[in-house]
């Protein structure tokens, strides 16, 4: 334990994240998280030691308007602060450590994965190509050279789509810092559950090769099984009854059976606004009719879906306006991470299966209500 002025630096940190607006924040080892890829904090920090996790809760109201589809805007820019104020607290945290004499590394937030695509060439020669689509579609004459780069970066399109990863692996997982440090437990969702919070808290790391004294995870899992998550999920990413082990750190926790991440990505990317409940919809405005998509209801219970998956990217962007603006807002976020990307970037249209899981049982059935009751997001309405 290193001691400054006879406060320990573990409390020195702990203090600093609550000064400057953390809720929750909690310390573990590197080592017992370095056995699976997304959480083996070395790849971000070569001699890594300890991990401090760091959460601030969402707030309420802005949920059960987002949820009820009555306002999107007050969530968005809620995220946004929560977003930029975790950026700030590792910062602080990150230079304490620096001037105790330790490496430190202030993670990214979200949306920062290993295996994104990052040439700016690709994400330069999408935007090319959709500003090529919308001048056409608004019946401007193209030029010669313009048709043929045209005609290029559609080809190219067609055999880099099906390059695009369905399975992201993050940079860090926050999440199983988050668990480990004690600050939560995985639920059904897959979700960090915290006892004051419920699933709704936004997490950060950072990662140090300084030796802290750990702090012990939660004994009891405050996930109360009511499977609820499951119900606010239009891509049926995840199973109700079937379960699957998995294991962070020395802790085993029981998530609901997942299926291929395009279950998530196709809803949650904002491509398609209704899946398995016809009676509301996220607040993406699309449907698979307007993909020309006629035949297909809900996303197919096979490995089909991953196909359906990138031809509904493709689709998206050959149809050039909001739909392919949407694709590429999603490239740009995947391409920045969270920390740096514009504010008109973070329009979420769904995350139900998390911001559902208030902290009681009472939070969580109102909830689930707001989001069944609000009705349909149409094309047009936003
Ligand atoms: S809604 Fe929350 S508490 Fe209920 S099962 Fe899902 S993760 Fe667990
Ligand atoms: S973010 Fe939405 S689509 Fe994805 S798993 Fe959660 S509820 Fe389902």
């Known amino acids: 334990m290193t001691e400054n002025n006879s406060i320990s630096l573990e409390d020195q940190i702990k203090s600093l994240a609550l000064k400057e607006g953390a809720d929750l924040v909690g310390i573990c080892e590197a080592a017992p998280l370095s056995n699976k890829i997304f959480s083996d904090a070395s790849f971000l920090l070569k001699d890594a030691q300890s991990i401090i996790s760091i959460a601030i809760s ?9 949820l009820s589809k009555q306002d999107r805007a007050d969530f968005c820019i809620k995220a946004d602060e929560i977003t930029q104020k975790l950026r700030a607290i590792g910062e602080k945290i990150k230079i304490l450590l620096e001037q105790e004499g330790f490496n430190a590394f202030n993670c990214n937030i979200n949306f920062d994965y290993r295996n994104a695509n ?58 199983c810092a988050a668990e ?31 030796t802290l004294m750990p702090d ?14 499951e119900k606010a999920c239009q891509g049926g990413f995840f199973d109700k009854k079937e379960e699957e082990c998995i294991q962070i750190a020395n802790m ?40 020309g998509l006629e035949t297909i209801d809900q996303l197919p219970n096979d490995d089909s879906v991953d196909d359906i998956y990138l031809d509904i990217m493709e689709r998206a962007i050959l149809e050039g306006g909001r739909k ?28 139900n299966c998390q911001i559902i ?21 149409e094309d047009g309405d936003i």
């Open 58 to 66: 969402q707030d309420q109201k802005s949920i059960e308007k987002y």
């Open 118 to 175: 990052r040439n700016p060439t690709t994400y330069k020669a999408l935007d090319t190509l959709v500003s090529l689509i919308d001048k056409e579609k608004s019946g401007a004459e193209l030029s010669h050279s313009e048709k043929k780069t045209l005609s290029a970066l559609k080809k190219m399109l067609k055999i880099g789509i099906r390059k695009n990863p369905i399975d992201f692996v993050p940079e860090f997982s926050h999440r």
């Open 180 to 210: 480990a440090a004690g600050l939560g437990r995985i639920g059904w969702s897959g979700n960090l559950i915290t006892e004051k919070y419920g699933a709704r808290v936004m997490l950060t790391s950072v990662i140090t090769n300084a």
């Open 216 to 229: 012990k995870p939660l004994e009891k899992n405050p996930c109360l099984m009511c499977k609820l998550c």
């Open 252 to 291: 085993e926790e029981k998530i609901g059976k997942r299926k291929s991440y395009s279950y998530c990505a196709v809803i949650c990317g904002g491509f398609i606004g209704q899946n398995r409940f016809k009676e509301w919809s996220t607040w993406s405005p699309y449907r698979f009719k307007s993909y």
């Open 324 to 351: 392919a603006q949407n694709v590429l807002k999603l490239n740009r976020t995947i391409l920045v991470g969270l920390h740096n990307k514009p504010k008109e970037d973070w329009i979420p249209t769904c995350a």
């Open 357 to 377: 899981c208030g902290p009681t049982m009472q939070e969580k059935k109102k909830s689930l209500n707001l989001l069944i009751n609000g009705g349909n997001i």
